[in-house]
């Protein structure tokens, strides 16, 4: 009479090792490919005139700051950070304007 797989338990105890760094380059190839895609979108951004970035809310300053991160940061959060805080700003100033 034969019970379950014996080959499954002496493999078993390689396949959590094996697994997890399966998983690591997986992450590590999905971090690298989002990396690009931004990197991309911030050369795509570079293409446009300085009127069209400030309609956007976005200097060239901010682009050549974006693309300064090192490449496992993601350059876009600056712009996004930077066109908040602009924003933000205007509303302040325009706030205060509306109270004088």
Do not use: C
Not at 22 to 28: D, N
Not at 57 to 70: C, H, I, K, M
Not at 81 to 90: D, I, N, Q, S
């Amino acid at each position: 009479m034969f019970y379950g797989e014996t080959r499954a338990t002496l493999v078993a105890p390689l396949s959590t090792p094996v697994a997890r760094m399966l998983m690591q380059v997986a992450g590590f190839a999905v971090k690298a490919a989002r990396a690009i895609e931004n990197r991309r979108a911030l050369a795509q951004l570079g293409q446009l005139d300085d009127h069209m970035l400030r309609d956007i809310g976005v200097t060239r300053a901010d682009l050549n700051d974006a693309a300064s991160e090192p490449m496992w940061r993601d350059g876009t959060q600056v712009l996004i950070l930077r066109t908040t805080e602009r924003r933000a700003a205007a509303r302040m100033k325009a706030r205060e304007q509306g109270l004088r």
